[in-house]
């Protein structure tokens, strides 16, 4: 099993919402990712999570809130988003260690829109 | 902040020719440099690696290239299919922080 699986695909929500979007791995890996991609543009760096501990926090607006529950899931919970935070979002997990690329698996993402 | 970026936006091919997808970089301490490949409503996907200690590696159908002297990073993909039009991202790691290129969208013509 190499995949990295996200749900809902597809999410939309007012920006008075409270919504998560969630992310499930079973490749063992202990670094778990978050990336902001707007159309036609590179993904962009959220969260980290090594060893289910958040190690990068790219500045982040609070409104979006990671979860790591344990090495196998990661969560991003969101409320009172604006319509700009409209983006694919995408998780993505490796393993970790000296000598690996840490090789980054990805989802397909969550496409969420904001209203 | 440093940054990744790739030299063109868009790439046409046609299909059986060879494609160079180039990018330049600024960081010195990044450790790998990786290669993604992202097509429409889909996640990017890892194509190939190269070790900052390396000048260059090939994988299956597809080269990478790192000149660390002008920061330089190129893929090159052999006879190109149709199943590569994509759109590809340079990445470039230091320590657990993976930062990507702006990406070049690539069309193999028939």
């Known amino acids: 099993d190499t995949e990295v699986t996200q749900t809902p695909k597809h999410l939309v929500m007012g920006m008075t919402n409270k919504k998560s979007l969630k992310c499930e791995q079973h490749?063992?890996?202990?670094?778990m990712y978050w990336y902001k991609q707007k159309a036609k543009k590179p993904p962009e760096l959220m969260f980290v999570?090594?060893?289910?501990?958040?190690?990068i926090n790219e500045s982040v607006p609070s409104r979006f809130s990671p979860e790591c529950p344990n090495s196998s899931l990661l969560n991003l919970h969101l409320h009172a988003l604006q319509p700009e935070d409209s983006a694919l979002y995408l998780c993505?997990?490796?393993?970790?260690?000296?000598?690996?690329?840490?090789?980054?698996?990805f989802g397909e993402g969550s496409r969420l829109t904001v209203l | 902040g440093e940054s990744v970026g790739l030299h063109l936006p868009t790439l046409s091919v046609q299909e059986g020719d060879n494609s160079i997808i180039n990018c330049a970089y600024s960081?010195?301490?990044?450790?790998?440099f990786i290669w993604y490949k992202q097509e429409s409503g889909k996640g990017p996907q890892f194509i190939i690696d190269?070790?900052?200690?390396?000048d260059k590696r090939q994988g299956q159908r597809v080269t990478v290239l790192l000149n660390k002297t002008v920061k330089h990073l190129s893929l090159q993909i052999a006879a190109t299919q149709p199943g590569d039009s994509a759109v590809y991202f340079c990445?470039?790691?230091?320590?657990?922080?993976?930062?990507f290129g702006a990406g070049t969208t690539v069309t193999v013509r028939a």
């Open positions: 999570y090594s060893y289910e501990k958040l190690s």
């Open positions: 190269i070790r900052s200690n390396m």
């Open positions: 990445a470039e790691r230091d320590d657990y922080k993976l930062s």
């Open positions: 960081n010195s301490a990044s450790d790998y």
């Open positions: 993505a997990s490796s393993q970790m260690g000296s000598g690996s690329s840490g090789e980054l698996f």
């Open positions: 490749m063992g890996h202990r670094a």
